[in-house]
């Protein structure tokens, strides 16, 4: 089989610490993307293990492997879990979620616990979408705005870009800043068009580093745009798979003049955690209520 | 809560922003009469609140859905943003 040069790294995590036997609360968040599918368990409001994985075709299967995954080695079975909020594109479809909250509010949930309260700003860089997001202290949404037409400035799109030009996707962002100078952008946002563009330029005899740079360029402008719309306050953060590429990221910084903040926790897990939050707030409503 | 629907192509921005704090506070809901496309629906949102939305289908097309009430010429307020009272609908174009 040939090498998938797409294909990014699949994980799971747990904190070998924590004892979930004595903790007050277990929640969880799970986020069935259109790409990407993670779950997070919260023990007593800290993250006791996470997972992340490809979305199949199935969204309550794919619900089902990422809690099953992230439970692996840690004693704890599915009913264990007080409550759980799904989000997402398949949170409707996930069966054991007691609710579902899309994922512009967990996003900004979630960024809120990673990157602490003074978060205002944020970028998620989804697999097929791309939400522009302003939130609160509290990690309340205060606008948003959301790309879910064309696949430009998508981890998809960084995908296609990765097996077109045979490089692993891990390494496009470092590789995207080995050029002597900057290229300019590729002129179309859209997928489809850029890579054709993108095989015109190597067709031309552009080194491989110098098409990823352009494309990476084209991404960041791409969503700066969308940024500018709901407005950039301080502080910025980036979520989702996207925000692990630094070529990306390097370059929205480099428009905005604005510096990103360094994340704590892997930024593809904010909207699980964010969900996994929330299921903790709606467990002690539902308590008080008792 | 600021929420822009709609989307950004080759030919423009095509967002309508929907300002929650406001619709929340309107019990008449005249925007979903007014509109003759039938673009706006009423949601229970994130933090419970029962505010008006785009419906899913119609936000990547807004361009095509909103075009009857924006004619080239003779062009008059929009019947959404007429019927909205506390003035929460905004069109970007």
């Known amino acids: 089989m040939d090498k998938q040069f797409w294909r990014w790294k699949e994980y799971n995590w747990k904190e070998e610490k924590l004892n979930w036997k004595e903790a007050r609360s277990i929640t969880a968040g799970i986020d069935v993307g259109s790409v990407s599918s993670q779950a997070v368990i919260l023990t007593a409001g800290k993250i006791f293990a996470y997972s992340s994985q490809r979305t199949g075709s199935d969204s309550p299967q794919s619900a089902q492997k990422a809690i099953n995954w992230a439970l692996e080695g840690t004693g704890m079975k599915l009913e264990d879990i007080q409550f759980i909020v799904g989000t997402g594109y398949g949170r409707v479809n996930i069966p054991f979620a007691q609710k579902a909250i899309t994922e512009i509010a967990c996003h900004a949930r979630g960024a809120n616990f990673m990157y602490g309260s003074s978060v205002r700003t944020i970028l998620d860089m989804g697999g097929q979408d791309c939400k522009a997001i302003r939130c609160d202290e509290r990690g309340?949404?205060?606008?948003?705005?959301?790309?879910?037409?064309?696949?430009?400035?998508?981890?998809?799109?960084?995908?296609?870009?990765?097996?077109?030009?045979?490089?692993?996707?891990?390494?496009?962002?470092?590789?995207?800043?080995?050029?002597?100078?900057?290229?300019?952008?590729?002129?179309?946002?859209?997928?489809?068009?850029?890579?054709?563009?993108?095989?015109?330029?190597?067709?031309?005899?552009?080194?491989?580093?110098?098409?990823v740079a352009s494309y990476c360029s084209a991404m960041a402008h791409r969503v700066v745009t969308l940024l500018e719309r709901v407005g950039v306050e301080k502080e910025f953060a980036i979520t989702g798979g996207i925000g692990k590429n630094r070529g990306v990221v390097g370059r929205i910084e480099k428009e905005l003049n604005v510096k990103a903040l360094t994340p704590t926790w892997d930024t593809q897990i904010a909207g699980a955690l964010g969900a996994a939050l929330f299921a903790q707030a709606l467990l002690e409503k539902t308590k008080s209520l008792n | 809560m600021l929420a822009n629907y709609g989307y950004k192509d080759g030919s423009g921005d095509y967002y309508i922003t929907i300002d929650t704090d406001k619709c929340v506070t309107c019990s008449d809901r005249k925007c979903i009469q007014a509109c003759p496309q039938k673009v706006f629906e009423i949601i229970t949102d994130d933090y419970d609140q029962e505010v008006a939305s785009v419906v899913s289908d119609q936000s990547k097309k807004l361009k095509y859905s909103c075009a009857p009430c924006k004619p080239n010429v003779g062009r008059k307020e929009l019947p959404c943003v007429l019927a909205c009272e506390p003035k929460a609908i905004n069109h970007s174009w």
């Open chain 1, 140 to 211: 309340k949404v205060v606008s948003f705005l959301m790309n879910d037409k064309c696949a430009a400035g998508t981890g998809r799109g960084m995908e296609v870009f990765a097996d077109l030009l045979t490089i692993p996707i891990e390494e496009i962002g470092d590789l995207s800043f080995t050029v002597e100078q900057e290229p300019p952008p590729v002129s179309c946002t859209c997928v489809v068009f850029a890579k054709s563009e993108a095989l015109r330029l190597l067709r031309q005899g552009w080194p491989k580093n110098k098409v």
